[in-house]
């Protein structure tokens, strides 16, 4: 059959996103992938050089998701068909572009782990992330902020003459546009993606860009790459080289071998092909491929201990097989960021497709051989020049320009275009998609005026690049003006001038709340805790008073403020004040996992330990619980000296490691 590329409908059980958060992210950025300073001290000076290549302070400008919940429902999602005769791919454009399915027709086996439900938790470096496919990592060290945001998604010709579904869109944290085209060659058991980031920009620009493919852990599953050194990562700030298999006695190409969470980055020979691979005890599988731009492999497992299990059951549903997961990247690690010059890209091509190897050779003592069958093997099925071959092939049809329409993304990247004129063939960004977020910034473009909000209501997103800066401080300087300025100079690291510019803001705004938690949040972060707790208090006084309904904007940003406001009252010791705020939040608020959690907080604060212990015994999940976080086992501590309940058992690393 010829290759096609059709609209789909699939239905899971899922739990919705909910709102995003209206708070603007001024937090500093506390990804788990970081380094102590002593230990970059052995590292290569490139790899160094890399790690501390303008990394990011904040999230910003896009917004935090932690709105969603656990509770799950039959739910349609629009999804992109790609199938010939060997392969049938289903793509989520409104997720990220994640790849859903890879499945291979003549034996009906899935490559991918395929997770059942949609189920966000709080991995993506904005919050609301979920796990299974593939994955287009853009932006910075961690899940990208598209995870569950919608991609542009169009048909065009693919360079054989069939159709290629392309996806797209501008990537906010570093204001870059990227691409992503997907098709199958036919007749072909692998689906060929090729990936373009643009630099449009008269600087240059970090670039991060990770393939994250979830594969199915199964008996005896080994993962094989052509390495025999990795960089091992284990979520306690190092990074060092280990040896390739065995480390520490045991074979850490068998995921199911190691106890904690793990990451090894393996070092690939430069000449050598790009690859690798997951096969089972059968030594099937699937084999993921690549031209030499993205070097970089890496396996990460959640490994067989109690907290990774945990991890595992939180992302699914009882009963699903569990997975890890191997990558593909720009860069040596993930806590890398390669430059990217003004006016240049980086474009590469991927292949995913199934392998079929001597298990005996793969299930070996001799790595050296396994290694080897695998490569023959893939070789033989899928040429490192065809792969090349077909990446110049495909580069003549990057800037093809769109066909049918098969979803749309944001309008983010519509607004950049109008600002600055870029010209980027083959990703049209059009004016139709600006919309309602839009809408102010395109008035301060085009009239230099930042219009206030025409309804009470929480503020809407800030712009933070240098540009929008220069036009907010060029604006009349009215309170809604000041607010967003004062936003976007805390992003470049100007502190003292952003609090200048809320302290302003506050003398005349009719809304205080917004300019009192920016204000608040400053003060916690320049040592100045109890101050920020009086202003905390303040700002959720006004927000109770200037609220218009338990909408769902104005729930959350009752919760999201709640939150920091009772956390902060409590870390100078006002418990009653903390206990005032959450006896005012309205009961569907209170009853959700995050405030059962500061509940038993509160109550250890008050000296009641019996009842905070009995908080634990009633049973909560905290939704939007950060990957690595490690607030349930601290608590319990506090409480018991009984074993942690495998429900609140999150622990990434041994007991008793510190990070630091």
Same mark, same amino acid.
């Given at each position: ?50 790690? =501390?290549? !303008?990394? #990011? /302070?904040?999230?910003?400008?896009? @917004? +935090? $998701? &932690? ?93 054989? =003459?069939? !159709?290629? #579904? /392309?996806?797209?869109?501008?990537? @906010? +944290? $570093? &204001? ?485």
């Amino acid at each position: 059959m010829a290759t096609t590329v059709r609209r789909a409908v699939l239905t899971l059980p899922a739990a919705p996103l909910g709102p995003e958060n209206p708070l603007p992210a001024l937090h500093a950025l506390d990804e788990l992938h970081a380094l102590d300073e002593r230990a970059r001290e052995d590292l290569p000076r490139e790899m160094v050089r890399q790690i =501390g290549y !303008e990394p #990011l /302070r904040t999230v910003l400008p896009t @917004r +935090l $998701r &932690d709105g969603y919940g656990r509770e799950r429902a039959e739910t349609d999602l629009d999804t992109i068909v790609i199938e010939n005769d060997r392969l049938r791919v289903t793509v989520l454009p409104g997720l990220g572009g994640r790849v859903h399915s890879l499945r291979h027709k003549p034996t009906g086996r899935e490559l991918v782990h395929r997770n059942p439900v949609l189920q966000p938790a709080g991995f993506a470096l904005n919050g609301a992330w979920f796990s299974g496919g593939i994955e287009w990592n853009i932006g910075a060290t961690g899940h990208t902020t598209l995870s569950c945001a919608p991609l542009h998604a169009v048909v065009v010709p693919a360079p054989d =003459g069939g !159709e290629m #579904l /392309r996806l797209w869109e501008w990537e @906010r +944290l $570093r &204001d870059l546009p990227f691409q992503v085209d997907l098709w199958l060659p036919e007749g072909s058991e692998f689906l060929h993606v090729g990936v373009r980031i643009r630099n449009p920009h008269e600087r240059h620009a970090p670039v991060y860009w990770w393939s994250n493919i979830a594969v199915e852990e199964n008996f005896r599953q080994r993962i094989l790459v052509p390495a025999d050194e990795a960089w091992h990562f284990g979520y306690e700030r190092t990074l060092r080289k280990v040896p390739v298999p065995e480390h520490e006695g045991t074979d850490r190409t068998y995921p199911e071998r190691s106890a904690y969470p793990a990451d090894y980055f393996y070092e690939v020979p430069r000449d050598a092909r790009k690859w690798i691979a997951a096969l089972d005890v059968y030594g099937r599988g699937l084999v993921q491929t690549s031209t030499d731009r993205l070097q970089g492999r890496k396996l990460f497992l959640w490994g067989s201990g109690r907290g990774g299990r945990r991890w595992q059951e939180w992302l699914t549903e009882p009963g699903t097989p569990g997975y890890a997961e191997i990558q593909a990247g720009l860069a040596r690690t993930q806590l890398e960021h390669v430059r990217l010059e003004a006016g240049e890209d980086f474009s590469w091509l991927e292949a995913y497709g199934p392998l079929d190897a001597d298990p005996a050779l793969v299930h070996g003592d001799d790595w050296a051989a396994a290694r080897a069958e695998a490569a023959d093997r893939l070789e033989a099925a899928l040429p490192r020049a065809d792969v090349d071959a077909a990446y110049r092939a495909w580069l003549r049809c990057a800037d093809t320009e769109p066909g049918e329409v098969l979803a749309t993304g944001s309008g983010w990247g519509a607004l950049e275009v109008l600002r600055a004129g870029h010209k980027l063939p083959g990703t049209p960004f059009e004016e139709s998609t600006l919309g309602e977020e839009q809408a102010p910034w395109l008035e301060l473009l085009r009239t230099g005026v930042l219009p206030a909000p025409r309804r009470v209501t929480p503020p809407g997103p800030t712009l933070v690049a240098p540009h929008w800066r220069d036009m907010l401080e060029t604006a009349p300087a009215d309170p809604h003006t000041e607010y967003h300025l004062g936003v976007a100079q805390w992003h470049a690291g100007d502190f003292a001038q952003a609090v200048r510019s809320w302290e302003r803001g506050l003398r005349l705004a009719p809304s205080r709340w917004p300019l009192l938690r920016c204000l608040a949040l400053a003060d916690r972060a320049g040592g100045h805790p109890r101050r920020a707790a009086e202003r905390y208090e303040e700002a959720f006084d006004d927000l109770c008073a200037e609220r218009r309904d338990d909408g769902e904007a104005w729930t959350a940003a009752t919760a999201a403020l709640a939150r920091e406001t009772i956390e902060t009252l409590l870390a100078v010791g006002r418990t009653a004040a903390a206990r005032a705020v959450q006896d005012r939040l309205w009961p569907s608020l209170r009853g959700r996992g995050r405030f059962r959690l500061l509940e038993a907080r509160l109550l250890v604060a008050e000296g009641d330990r019996a009842a905070a212990r009995a908080v634990f015994d009633d049973g909560f999940d905290v939704a939007d619980l950060r990957e690595g976080a490690e607030i349930l086992g601290e608590l319990w501590s506090r409480l018991t000296d009984d074993p942690l309940p495998g429900r609140y058992d999150f622990r990434m690393r041994p007991p008793g490691r510190d990070r630091s």
